[in-house]
């Protein structure tokens, strides 16, 4: 009786015990690919606000893990560039001026130009942002470009490129693009006509479509990404949402959703961009919106890993996975040095952006508007004293007195 | 037309006003978007594309400036002593023009779809060449109606000399 009680308590025990080693085993399991690496990277640097500490961090963390992948010092460098003049007014405490870009060179044997991959690892803050990002954990903007950029380190890894390759980790995107101007203004003319490409990716992670962009119109890298996506990026609708006013760029008088991202430093300095996004730009709200039930999460204390993954887990994975592999397919194709050398021509020249050229003709079309309106009062003038004789005829006054005229004046 | 104006006097105001609202939705249709848009982004709430919201930017766009295009235009008419035009016809004249003007400027705006772009160029150039055309137009049709070969030439001048100064503004304002 007790042998049999001891084995009912054993197979009890075991039948206890047992589901929760296998649940637990299976909760232990770790994320793989870039969903991995954003769960690990927002985890451990939760808070990444420009000028703080946890910026700082989370750059060293990023050189880190780059080298976990086998990349060294050689390969590594870091861009401190000061941040100042964006922090008048701001308070906060262990702020610095400073901030880092981090670049991961991968130089090829052959090379046919370079290409720049980026995304920012700093994240919106309440401190001189606006936004209501107190709390939130940057995953939508941008953890999920720095999980795709890692990943996409390790897949180039030991990979023969036809171009040299540098993938670029800006610092102080949040406070007006400060680490992408900064990286962009310490290239040569040389180097800038040298890069083929810029590929951005910037918010890739919860937004109902991924977009790729390459200016306000039709670029041949656009829809060679779209292409080689296979369905999973699509080009920016025909109604871009364009909207008047200033870019947050300051670089155009005008403003679409794409301008405000790391690629318009490039774009501005003449290089040919592809910029990655996600959102939905068909939606029944104006403006940009992430998904059509306008659940945005982008610069609020709901950009954090528990919110997003709880209702968009099955998205994030399936988003940063299309761009990871969409990226990685269409530089490693045969075709994609022949498809983007153009690209330099499709960029829309300062001329068309320039508000001055455009109000100095229309200025010059109001002062000849203001001629012939001149000549058509003389001929009226004419008509006047003329009453309904031809007018057209020089025969009888060239110029007609003021006075001569009837007016309401007494 | 005119005499069909002059029978039912409000009936033609509230078809202008009509006209008027759906011109300026088609003419500020980036217009809108931008507001709307900002709004959006500045409030952190993602306002509806919905109709109602088009509906109650039109109504209240159009009260705002049939009120302003009256005040305006009974301050000009008294300051130039421009008597000899009626007033209320005048009224529903100009609305027509700037209903012609919204339309137009709307239906070549509809390239900023394509090009962005565009709307640089597209912001300065448009709005200007097509009011000088359309209100133009309405000079015509005011001499047809109101004046005669010695009052036309006041009235054009005067016309012109508001266009301008309000062109002029409406350039520096942007």
Redesign the interface.
Known sequence: MKTKKTVLCFILAVALILPNTVFAAEAATPSTGAYGLLEEFVTDNPSRTAGTAGEGAAADWIENKLKEFGYTDDDISRQTFSIENYLSGVSGSGLTTTSENISLSVPSAVSNGKVVIGAHYDNASSLYNGY?ATGGQGVSDNGGGVAVLLELARKFKDVSLDFDLEIVFFGAEELGLVGSRHYVSGLTQSVKDDILLMINIDVVVNGDYLYVWGE??YTPQAAYFAEISGGSARVLP????????VSVTGS???Y?VAHAADSMSFLDAGIPVAFFFSGNLS???????ENDG?D?VMH?ENDTLEYISERYRDKMISNTDAVVNTIYNGVTADGFVAAVENARDYI?GGF????V???A???V??AG??VW?YF??GK??K??IL??ADVRGERVFTRPDDDD?????S | MINILRKNYALTLWLTRVIYGLALLLGQMFAIDSAFGWLSMALGVAVPRAWYVYLAYAVVMTAVMELIIRLLTRLIFNFLRLVIIPFNEFIILFMLSGAVVNAVSGLIKLVYLVSPAAMVFGEWLITPVVSAAVYFGLFLLVKRLYLNDKNAPYVFRCGVITFMIFSVISLFIL
Do not use: E, H, Q
């Open positions: 209501s306000d119109g025909a109604n871009k949402r364009a909207v008047y006013g155009r008088p005008y679409t939606s029944g709200s104006f403006g940009y919106v306008m945005g609020t829309t068309w952006l320039n508000g050229y455009a109000m003709i229309t200025l079309i109001m508007l203001g309106a058509y009062y009226l003038k008509r006047a009453g309904t005229i009837f007016t309401f004046r």
